[in-house]
């Protein structure tokens, strides 16, 4: 039995979606562990695009198991949202399929509203939320106001923690002249979802620690990137979960110990959404044109990704606060038919060079960045499937960047769908079966 975990190593956005997706095959259940519908996971199969929010990209696999663990924050409107398209695209969805633990935080209404609130209170210093509510929600738990998933098992416990909740928030509403909410109308809504979410809510730990114990192997999604981390990323420019390999057993109840390998999914370039510093940031035509090339685009929002050069010294940070066994590199297209890319190897700062990733944002906004120069590949990565095929130039850039982050990849992604991608065997040897992995015929 072998129990991988996979997550993003740079801002989000790396192509988690897609691995879990092609890597699902050789697990039993699929369990994301942390984050909220705010995380979109886009996976195209067959030609056509599925985006995902809340639900493990393991869904669109026949028999499998998805957890959602209680680190998330779940909105119930925008989970039903959720199952209710994938019906409609043949996905079935019930038979146990998905599971949520009664321990995870919900949403409640009142949620966006706080966060509008302290997003337009930070001015020209905005986090770049999506206001989805995540934020507060995560800030409620903390704070022990939070409403559980368990909760709407007894709809008298969740009345008397609506209007417990709103004698606070509402008074801190009039503050800034927004109208009270209505708690007898929070509660019709969400006593309305209790018998709808009832079938799915269980006690997670227990869920994956029996079925760990009867040999099941366990995929764990991770949602965001590690430099978005609360602890480990760029604060206070981050999101409001532990996106780190340590989230995995707060957020799912296990110990860590049930973590056999991790694999690290990067881009080969980078990007970043929202605010935040962004030292290898391309401003510039360059930036665009990967923009464009990458549709560096949000998956849930629909806003614009911020594009630059690979950042080595941000991958091999991510790297070592997680230990990470092998990389998945993503999207080397985008960089293809440029006479040269860039690889970031250290920062300037102050007169000093920085050799390894300092979080602090005032360190980064002023950082400039080290670069190495190396010649493009003007041949197509696109949707290649042996890596004996790849151009000489990409190689060296390949190899380049495993010395720098000081760890291997063991899988390129050259396209969208499940089949543009290239395993190299020799490196996935002991962290994933491949030989189950549903790819066309390799050439």
Not at 120 to 136: D, L, S, Y
Not at 156 to 173: A, D, H, Q, T, W
Not at 402 to 413: A, K, Y
Request: charged fraction near 25%; include cysteine.
């Amino acid at each position: 039995m072998a129990n991988l975990l996979v997550l993003g190593t740079q801002w989000g956005d790396e192509g988690k979606g897609k691995i879990v997706d092609l890597l699902t095959p050789a697990f039993d259940i699929v369990a994301r562990y942390q984050g909220g519908h705010n995380a979109g996971h886009t996976v195209w199969v067959n030609g056509k695009k599925v985006v995902l929010h809340l639900i493990p990209s393991g869904i669109l696999h026949p028999g499998k198991t998805c957890v959602i663990g209680n680190g998330l924050v779940v909105s119930p409107g925008a989970l039903f949202r959720e199952i209710e398209d994938l019906e409609a695209r043949g996905v079935a969805v019930d038979g146990g399929r998905i599971v949520i633990s009664r321990n995870a935080h919900l949403i409640m209404p009142y949620h966006p509203v706080m966060e509008k609130i302290s997003e337009e209170g930070r001015g020209e210093k905005k986090i770049g939320t999506t206001c989805r509510g995540i934020g507060p929600a995560y800030e409620d738990k903390a704070a022990r106001w939070g409403v559980r998933a368990g909760d709407l098992l007894d709809l008298s416990v969740l009345r008397e923690k609506i209007r417990e909740n709103l004698e606070v928030k509402n008074r801190l509403f009039a503050v800034y002249g927004i109208a009270p909410l209505d708690a007898g109308k929070i509660y019709e809504e969400y006593a309305g979802y209790a018998s709808r979410m009832a079938p799915y809510i269980r006690d997670i730990s227990l869920f994956l620690n029996e079925e760990m114990k009867e040999g099941k192997r366990v995929l764990f999604e991770g949602a965001q990137g590690v430099l978005l981390d609360l602890d480990h990323g760029t604060y206070p420019f981050v999101t409001s979960s532990s996106s780190t390999a340590g989230g995995v057993c707060t957020g799912l109840g296990i110990g860590p110990k049930s973590i056999h390998s991790i694999l690290g999914i990067t881009k080969a370039y980078t990007t970043r959404v929202g605010s935040g510093p962004f030292p290898t940031e391309l401003a510039d035509e360059k930036g665009k044109k990967l923009a464009a090339r990458g549709d560096e685009f949000g998956a849930t929002t629909g806003r614009p990704r911020r594009c630059g050069w690979f950042d080595a010294l941000a991958v091999r940070y991510a790297c070592r606060v997680n230990g990470i066994d092998r990389i998945a590199l993503t999207k080397p297209d985008v960089l293809e038919e440029m006479d040269e890319v860039r690889i970031c190897t250290a920062y300037s700062y102050k007169g000093e060079v920085l050799k390894s990733f300092p979080a602090e944002p005032w360190v980064l906004e002023k950082a400039v960045p080290v670069y190495k120069t190396m010649p493009g590949w003007r041949d197509s990565v696109h949707r290649a499937r042996e890596y004996a095929s790849l151009p000489a130039a990409f190689k060296d850039y390949v190899r380049e960047i495993e010395d720098l982050i000081e760890t291997r990849v063991g899988l390129v992604s050259t396209g969208v769908e499940r089949d543009d991608t290239i395993l190299i065997e020799s490196e996935l040897t002991g962290l994933i079966d491949t030989s189950s992995l549903k790819l066309g015929e390799r050439k």
